[in-house]
């Protein structure tokens, strides 16, 4: 008998310390998402994918709308972001398989510049089948993450627009803009201040359009992996899991304050089906 008191004491401890949590995220205006359930389904198509955020194939996507909530499992917490939402559609093609994410911002943040931040949005997939922390992984149990950056397509889209300049023969102005591989950082994370950049960039590819308040943005990769260690496992056919994140550079928003969703379904459908 006292083993079994002992137990219900400690689940009545248990319980009342959730309730406590729920309370604290309740007065931060912090909404008690789960997951469960919720699964984003990777489409499989024929021919090649949507290059363009605005292409008018990915209208023909189911799109799934997944809660985000403010950052508060380390210093400083982020209680309050502004974005509250993001829509995630996906399609593969059994080589590749792209993101389409979009989410309201009024603001077009894309200058990295003293005193002034960035709009960006990240896609985290765990290394391996062992379950990971979803915001950076932990010691032993890592995560992939790409970020997009809005700054970096800002970059990609001046240079592409000056190469053209050139051959049109018009008239140019002079600015050093830097050079880059895509608009999406290929990163590793094994905890909090371990975030690191892979050295072989440019796997992941990314395009993006802003538009009436509203981000586009799309991320694409080859499905095979090249690094078995340090690169996410996508296999048609297969359930595994899949988070985001969104920061809102007008919102003075960076590193870890940002927006959140924890782990959620991603289930990628198998190549039999066409």
């Not at 021919?47 to 909530?69: E, Q, V």
């Not at 380390?74 to 080589?95: C, F």
């Not at 990295?112 to 950076?136: K, N, Q, S």
């Amino acid at each position: 008998m006292k083993y079994m008191d002992d137990s219900h004491s400690h689940l009545l401890g248990v319980f009342f310390g959730l309730i406590v949590v729920a309370g604290v995220l309740g007065a931060f205006g912090i909404p008690l998402v789960s997951s469960a359930g919720m699964t984003i389904r990777s489409y499989l198509v024929s021919g090649d994918l949507p290059n363009a955020a605005d292409d008018a194939d990915w209208r023909k996507i189911s799109p799934t709308t997944i809660p985000l909530s403010g950052q508060v499992i380390t210093r400083p917490v982020w209680p309050e972001p502004t974005v509250r939402a993001l829509t995630v559609r996906s399609v593969h093609n059994g080589t590749e398989i792209a993101f389409l994410l979009e989410w309201q911002d009024n603001t077009k943040n894309d200058r990295l510049t003293p005193g002034t931040f960035r709009d960006g949005v990240a896609i985290g997939l765990p290394l391996g089948d062992a379950p990971a922390f979803f915001c950076m992984g932990q010691l032993d149990h890592y995560i992939n993450i790409w970020h997009w950056k809005a700054d970096w397509q800002s970059d990609i889209d001046r240079r592409t627009s000056r190469a053209s300049e050139k051959r049109e023969g018009g008239v140019r102005t002079f600015e050093v803009i830097p050079r880059r591989v895509s608009s999406v950082e290929d990163l590793i994370g094994g905890g909090f201040s371990t975030l690191t950049t892979k050295e072989k960039q440019g796997r992941v590819q990314g395009q993006a359009v802003w538009r009436d308040g509203v981000w586009h943005v799309v991320m694409r990769r080859p499905l095979a992996s090249e690094e078995q260690e340090n690169e996410a496992t996508l296999v048609p056919g297969r359930v595994q899991t899949v988070s985001f994140a969104v920061w809102n550079g007008e919102n003075k928003e960076r590193n870890g304050q940002k927006a959140v969703a924890p782990w959620f379904q991603l289930s990628i459908d198998p190549v039999a089906k066409l």
